[in-house]
């Protein structure tokens, strides 16, 4: 669609106005602009002033095709295309058309691979924060709490709770502790937001976690004592549905990973003895948690740890 407004960004540099040139027009295109007010004042002649920012991102248009596969269509066609022109060349190949087949097919391997590097890289960025979700069917938004909980305790489930869903990419949270849900936050079924029965819903959800647990091994290793594992991460539907068996009430179609972090303290020898209780993370996204945000949710766990003991 062609773009016939133009955008502008205005601002002060050191107490001299200046303004961008118009954006370029284009046919495919999509503009989106963002206001901006800094709030504080600095030397040089900065102010309130208000930002206006345009973000150009061209895209192909087709509705329901992901951009990011571009490269791997292209790679695909140049093998495609390698292949034809081998087959038609016959017998009569020359060393420098075999050179020039082996450059052009590692060009198109390397257009096809380039997006999952391009994935697997920014995984490793520290603080990546939220990704945009997307609806996982069958759930709904909700947050239960066990009635038999402090109110300081409840205070700091429901910050520990929202900070996680809020700065890492995960949609469904439970904290299990001794066979019991005393907490579940985020996408949840919806014939356990829409239950009359707030206790009731928690007693199954109870049922489905401890099912999910006691059937299987690589879980259930997790709460004995003489296991140094303590942290479970199934980085994609697969390995959930094959540690996973039973209990998947609590695991809709849409999840696609989820981490298992058992609540430990922050001195292993403090001689504390944990209970057998941990926190459930779900996310309906491949690989959602970097390694630095699970060092963050070992940590959370640890305080989780001190605040559901010292209560």
Same mark, same amino acid.
């Given at each position: 669609?062609?773009?016939?407004?133009?955008?502008?960004?205005?601002?002060?540099?050191?107490?001299?106005?200046? @303004?961008?040139? $118009?954006?370029?027009?284009?046919?495919?295109?999509?503009?989106?602009?963002?206001?901006?007010?800094?709030?504080?004042?600095?030397?040089?002649?900065?102010?309130?002033?208000?930002?206006?920012? %345009?973000?150009?991102? &061209?895209?192909?248009?087709? $509705?329901?095709?992901?951009?990011?596969?571009?490269? !791997?269509?292209?790679?695909?066609?140049?093998?495609?295309?390698? %292949?034809?022109?081998?087959?038609?060349?016959?017998?009569?190949?020359?060393?420098?058309?075999?050179?020039?087949?082996?450059?052009?097919?590692?060009? =198109?391997?390397?257009?096809?691979?380039?997006?999952?590097?391009?994935?697997?890289?920014?995984?490793?960025?520290?603080?990546?924060?939220?990704?945009?979700?997307?609806?996982?069917?069958?759930?709904?938004?909700?947050?239960?709490?066990?009635?038999?909980?402090?109110?300081?305790?409840?205070?700091?489930?429901?910050?520990?709770?929202?900070?996680?869903?809020?700065?890492?990419?995960?949609?469904?949270?439970?904290?299990?502790?001794?066979?019991?849900?005393?907490?579940?936050?985020?996408?949840?079924?919806?014939?356990?937001?829409?239950?009359?029965?707030?206790?009731?819903?928690?007693?199954?959800?109870?049922?489905?976690?401890?099912?999910?647990?006691?059937?299987? $091994?690589?879980?259930?290793?997790?709460?004995?004592?003489?296991?140094?594992?303590?942290?479970?991460?199934? #980085?994609?539907?697969?390995?959930?549905?094959?540690?996973?068996?039973?209990?998947?009430?609590?695991? #809709?179609?849409?999840? @696609?990973?989820?981490?298992?972090?058992?609540?430990?303290? &922050?001195?292993?020898?403090?001689?504390?003895?944990?209970?057998?209780?941990?926190?459930?993370?779900?996310?309906?996204?491949?690989? %959602?948690?970097?390694? !630095?945000?699970?060092?963050?949710?070992?940590?959370? =766990?640890?305080?989780?740890?001190?605040?559901? =003991?010292?209560?």
């Amino acid at each position: 669609m062609l773009l016939s407004k133009s955008c502008f960004s205005k601002g002060f540099i050191g107490g001299g106005a200046f @303004r961008l040139k $118009p954006a370029l027009k284009g046919r495919v295109g999509r503009c989106d602009r963002q206001r901006i007010a800094p709030h504080a004042k600095q030397a040089g002649g900065f102010g309130e002033e208000e930002l206006d920012v %345009a973000v150009f991102r &061209f895209t192909l248009g087709i $509705p329901g095709f992901d951009d990011s596969n571009i490269p !791997r269509i292209v790679g695909a066609a140049g093998v495609f295309l390698l %292949a034809a022109n081998h087959w038609a060349t016959g017998t009569g190949i020359t060393h420098a058309q075999e050179r020039s087949e082996i450059l052009g097919l590692v060009l =198109c391997l390397t257009c096809i691979v380039a997006p999952t590097i391009e994935s697997r890289l920014k995984e490793l960025q520290p603080g990546r924060g939220r990704r945009q979700a997307s609806a996982i069917p069958d759930t709904q938004q909700g947050f239960l709490l066990s009635e038999g909980l402090d109110d300081a305790v409840k205070q700091e489930l429901a910050w520990t709770s929202y900070a996680l869903l809020k700065n890492t990419n995960s949609c469904s949270i439970f904290l299990w502790k001794s066979g019991e849900v005393i907490m579940a936050r985020g996408a949840l079924p919806i014939e356990i937001v829409k239950g009359p029965d707030k206790a009731a819903s928690l007693t199954q959800l109870s049922k489905d976690v401890s099912a999910m647990v006691r059937s299987s $091994p690589p879980l259930a290793s997790l709460f004995t004592k003489a296991s140094a594992v303590k942290v479970l991460n199934l #980085p994609d539907r697969g390995k959930i549905d094959t540690v996973a068996k039973t209990g998947t009430s609590i695991l #809709p179609s849409g999840v @696609r990973s989820m981490l298992i972090q058992t609540l430990e303290p &922050f001195d292993p020898k403090s001689g504390s003895d944990p209970p057998e209780a941990a926190l459930i993370l779900l996310s309906d996204q491949e690989r %959602a948690w970097s390694e !630095r945000e699970r060092y963050w949710v070992t940590s959370i =766990c640890a305080k989780l740890f001190d605040v559901l =003991c010292s209560a």
